[in-house]
């Protein structure tokens, strides 16, 4: 997926948060690391349509995201979005909240949702877990459910924003494993995460993010081996 962004900007109440971002690459799997309250979340959310940037474009494969709410929807749902928590529907099943969206959002019919669902759940290790609820699921299998449900409607591109950050440590592995498996199979992401061992060797391409900026992009194992900037290098010397 490629994607054009020019001039970007975004403001809250007057603050800047995105202070003129530029990027233009074909898409793969790319990793946004930095600091917290560096803009990532903003930036991924502009980016899926989830909000209007204050000034500047986003263009992807050729055609510009027109931030109004008539077109939005439909650009939305070419995407598939998982957040630090699943936010699954509570009172559904597994299978269920897999299989909503696809009706719903995407109207596949109900028996060919359904199946579609069991069939990525039993992909991801969740065979026996399609008939529960999400408060009978580790933290691990919820996030597991939450990525089925982004990627059942066969999204261009996945969105994540820190998609274990809210995990007990023992599961993290499981997700991140699972990303990656999506990966092997083709599938295209943007990952906002603080697993740097995962953005380093999972992901492509990398981009630093910090303050509003976007300091440094590349091949992932570039940035990491040879940070240019003083603040990534700070920012990595950190994590040690
Ligand atoms: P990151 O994901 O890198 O931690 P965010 O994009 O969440 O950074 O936030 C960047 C800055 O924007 C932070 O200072 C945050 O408080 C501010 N911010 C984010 N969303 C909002 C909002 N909806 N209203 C006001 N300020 C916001
Ligand atoms: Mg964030």
Same mark, same amino acid.
């Not at 999204?155 to 007990?168: G, I, Q, V």
């Given at each position: 997926m490629?994607?054009r962004?020019? @001039?970007l900007?975004?403001?809250?109440? =007057?603050?800047?948060v995105?202070? %003129?971002i530029?990027?233009?690459? #074909?898409?793969? /799997? *790319?990793?946004?690391?930095?600091?917290?309250?560096g803009?990532?979340?903003?930036?991924l959310?502009?980016?899926? @349509?989830?909000?209007?940037p204050?000034? =500047?474009t986003?263009?992807v494969? %050729?055609?510009a995201?027109?931030? #109004?709410?008539? /077109? *939005?929807?439909?650009?939305?749902a070419?995407?598939?979005?998982?957040?630090?928590s699943?936010g699954?529907?509570?009172?559904?099943?597994?299978?269920?909240?897999v299989?909503?969206p696809?009706?719903?959002?995407?109207g596949?019919?109900?028996?060919?949702?359904?199946?579609?669902?069991?069939?990525?759940?039993?992909?991801?290790?969740?065979?026996?877990?399609?008939?529960?609820?999400?408060?009978?699921?580790?933290?691990?299998?919820?996030?597991?459910?939450?990525?089925?449900r982004?990627?059942?409607?066969?999204?261009?591109?996945?969105l994540?924003?820190?998609?274990?950050s809210?995990l007990?440590?023992?599961?993290?592995n499981d997700?991140?494993?699972?990303?990656?498996?999506l990966k092997d199979?083709?599938t295209?992401?943007?990952?906002?995460?603080?697993?740097?061992?995962?953005?380093?060797?999972?992901?492509?391409?990398?981009?630093?993010?910090?303050?509003?900026?976007?300091?440094?992009?590349?091949?992932?194992?570039?940035?990491?081996?040879?940070?240019?900037?003083p603040?990534?290098?700070?920012?990595?010397s950190?994590?040690?």
């Amino acid at each position: 997926m490629r994607i054009r962004i020019e @001039g970007l900007t975004k403001e809250f109440d =007057g603050a800047p948060v995105l202070r %003129g971002i530029n990027f233009d690459d #074909d898409v793969t /799997t *790319l990793a946004v690391i930095g600091p917290s309250g560096g803009g990532k979340s903003t930036l991924l959310r502009i980016v899926g @349509g989830l909000i209007a940037p204050t000034g =500047g474009t986003v263009e992807v494969d %050729g055609e510009a995201v027109a931030y #109004d709410e008539r /077109t *939005l929807p439909a650009y939305r749902a070419q995407l598939g979005f998982v957040f630090q928590s699943s936010g699954l529907f509570h009172h559904l099943s597994a299978l269920e909240n897999v299989a909503l969206p696809l009706r719903v959002v995407h109207g596949v019919p109900e028996d060919e949702a359904r199946e579609r669902a069991a069939d990525l759940l039993s992909r991801f290790g969740l065979a026996a877990e399609e008939g529960k609820r999400p408060v009978q699921l580790s933290g691990g299998q919820q996030q597991r459910v939450a990525i089925a449900r982004a990627v059942a409607a066969r999204p261009k591109m996945l969105l994540l924003d820190e998609p274990t950050s809210a995990l007990d440590p023992e599961y993290t592995n499981d997700v991140l494993d699972l990303i990656r498996d999506l990966k092997d199979s083709g599938t295209r992401f943007i990952v906002v995460t603080h697993e740097m061992g995962f953005a380093r060797h999972a992901c492509d391409k990398a981009a630093f993010l910090h303050d509003g900026t976007l300091l440094e992009y590349g091949a992932s194992a570039q940035l990491f081996d040879r940070p240019t900037t003083p603040e990534l290098q700070r920012f990595l010397s950190k994590l040690l």
